[in-house]
Every structure is written in structure tokens, then in C-alpha cells.
């Protein structure tokens, strides 16, 4: 024991005398100690961690933002990829630098990280993904934006979300609009899940029944009741299924 002590000692004056930038109060030292078959102790790993890893991180963040300002679709992909090295908020300013890149495959993977980082700064993420709605044209992208839309606490969400479901064409955006707004809880979703059920497209009120259990404003049941009678099988199953549901809520 007496060994492990005076390593200690060593150590903190070997770096407090080498290292000025990060003295020893704020570097961690670990030992990890094994007792022998006696009553000895023996040293197995014992290492410093000081201001070089602090120095390792800056140069990592350095290189990661270097590769999403370059010219190289490649490198910006990488930056995207290995931007979950970073901080949250340093994070965030590089998917938000990208999320309108010129390669798809960068716009989709950076827009596709904003829904779990976004809430670093809602409002400006917001912003961004309300440029990317009124410029897309790719159908996946558009579903990935309104994810990061869902994910974020913002007041002016549901009505964003509203104008896109009817702007778009594409069903699975439709869709996945139609399910989210039940998990929004938004004080006028029950209205916008009502007129959903109103559609033309089986698939559409299917989803928006599951929604409104979701939601779980007793009003649906009324709703559904009548939807116990329709020729479509799945139609039935889901309207019997969450009306049980609310019930029991």
C-alpha cells in the first residue's frame, strides 16, 4: 500500500512541474490495484489523463468542422457521421450548416440527427427545417424533416405540419403526419384527426383511428362507433381496438 502511495506522490509532482496548462487538481489519476497471494500490493495500470486529452478533443472538433466546409460531398458525409463526437451544441451548428447541402445524402443524414439534438436550441432548429420544407422536393427528406418537427417543442409546429400534410402528395408523409398528430396532443388535433377520418384513403383513416386513441379525447368515441360496421376489415379491427381503449382511459 505504502507503494501505491508514494506512486501517487510521484506522479503529482511529475505533473504538476510538466503540465502548467492542466495542473493536477484537475487531472485524474487512476489506479487500479490487485492484492498478490500476500498481504503486498502490486501497481497493474497506472496512468495520468491531463491536459493532452483535452488537446486530443480540440483537434477532433477542429477536423470535423474543416470536413463539413469542404468541397467534398465525401468529407461532409463524414462530418455528419462523426459529429456525434461532439458537445451537443457544436453538434447542432454542423447539421444545421448542412441540413440544406447540395448532396442528398448529407441533407438527409444531417436532417435525420436533428431530431434527437434539435432541442439544443428548438427555435432556430425550427427555422431550418421550415427552409428545407419550402424547398424540398424529395419525398424521404420531407418525411425526415417532419419527424425533427414532431421531436421539437415549438408552438408553431402543428401548423406547420397542418400546411405540409395538405401540400404534399406523397402518402407517406400523409401518413406519418396523421399518426404524429395524435402524439402531439395539440389542443386542435382532435379536429384535424375528425376530418382525417373523412378521407378517401382507407390507409389514412386507419391511422387516424389509431391516433385518435392515441390522442385519448373521449369525444372520438362517437366517432368510431359507426366505423364498427365498415366493409373494411382492418378498418373495423382498429375502430373496435381503440375504442377499448379509450374506454379504459
Not at 20 to 34: F, G
Request: proline fraction near 3%; hydrophobic fraction near 40%; aromatic fraction near 4%.
Amino acid at each position: 500500500m505504502a507503494f501505491a502511495a508514494s506512486c501517487s506522490v510521484i506522479l503529482r509532482a511529475t505533473c504538476k512541474r510538466k503540465c502548467l496548462i492542466c495542473p493536477i487538481q484537475n487531472s485524474k489519476i487512476a489506479d487500479t490495484v490487485s492484492r498478490s497471494s500476500s498481504t503486498r500490493y502490486r501497481i497493474r495500470n497506472l496512468y495520468v489523463t491531463s491536459c493532452g486529452r483535452e488537446t486530443k478533443q480540440t483537434e477532433i472538433a477542429d477536423s470535423i468542422r474543416r470536413m463539413a466546409q469542404s468541397d467534398n460531398s465525401d468529407d461532409r458525409a463524414k462530418a455528419v457521421t462523426h459529429c456525434r463526437k461532439l458537445p451537443s451544441q457544436e453538434r447542432l451548428e454542423i447539421l444545421l450548416s448542412l441540413a440544406k447541402d447540395e448532396s442528398l445524402n448529407v441533407r438527409y443524414s444531417a436532417i435525420s440527427q436533428l431530431s434527437s439534438v434539435g432541442m439544443e436550441n428548438p427555435r432556430r432548429t425550427f427555422d431550418k427545417i421550415r427552409e428545407v420544407l419550402q424547398e424540398e422536393k424529395e419525398a424521404t427528406l420531407i418525411g425526415a424533416a417532419a419527424d425533427v418537427l414532431f421531436s421539437l417543442q415549438v408552438p408553431e409546429v402543428f401548423d406547420e405540419l397542418v400546411a405540409l400534410y395538405e401540400k404534399t402528395s406523397d402518402w407517406i408523409v400523409r401518413l406519418s403526419i396523421v399518426a404524429g398528430i395524435g402524439e402531439l396532443k395539440h389542443p386542435r388535433s382532435f379536429e384535424f384527426l375528425a376530418e382525417a377520418l373523412c378521407s378517401q384513403d382507407d390507409l389514412v383513416i386507419s391511422t387516424a383511428i389509431g391516433a385518435l386513441g392515441e390522442l385519448g379525447d373521449k369525444r372520438a368515441l362517437e366517432l368510431l362507433e359507426p366505423l364498427l360496421n365498415s366493409s373494411d376489415p382492418t378498418i373495423r379491427d382498429r375502430a373496435f381496438n381503440n375504442i377499448q381503449r379509450l374506454k379504459e382511459t
